[in-house]
Nanobody
Framework: VQLQASGGGLVQPGGSLRLSCAAS????????IGWFRQAPEKEREWVSYISSSDGSTYFADSVKGRFTISRDSAKNTVYLRMNSLKPEDTAVYYCAAQRGYGSGWPYDYEYWGQGTLVTVSS
């Protein structure tokens, strides 16, 4: 069972990135998938999740209206599309999976990817 986060990089303020969270060893459709981020010297912060049952999506206030989350069942992958990026979005982004409905609490998640670095800077 493995999650692989990818798609990070350096982007200018106002730019966009799409992060991917690919699963191996299990089917993502049966899991809620969350995205978290951690900036240097800061606590891990919940960003978004997509529920396991009905595909409902939820976002932290800091990213609402700029980020979207989606599933591609055929590719067993969840995406986090990030638009209008700001310097304060700079962090290592992690995806995680849980068998519950989904939540913003990291301890509810059973499986974690290794993280991908997003740097927003001019």
């Amino acid at each position: 069972v493995q999650l692989q986060a990818s798609g990070g990089g350096l982007v200018q303020p106002g730019g966009s990135l799409r992060l991917s969270c690919a699963a191996s060893g299990f089917t993502l459709d049966y899991y809620a998938i969350g995205w978290f981020r951690q900036a240097p010297e800061k606590e891990r912060e919940w960003v978004s999740y997509i529920s396991s049952s009905d595909g409902s999506t939820y976002f932290a206030d800091s990213v609402k209206g700029r980020f979207t989350i989606s599933r591609d069942s055929a590719k067993n992958t969840v995406y986090l599309r990030m638009n209008s990026l700001k310097p304060e979005d700079t962090a290592v982004y992690y995806c995680a999976a849980q068998r519950g409905y989904g939540s913003g609490w990291p301890y509810d998640y059973e499986y974690w990817g290794q993280g991908t670095l997003v740097t927003v800077s001019s």
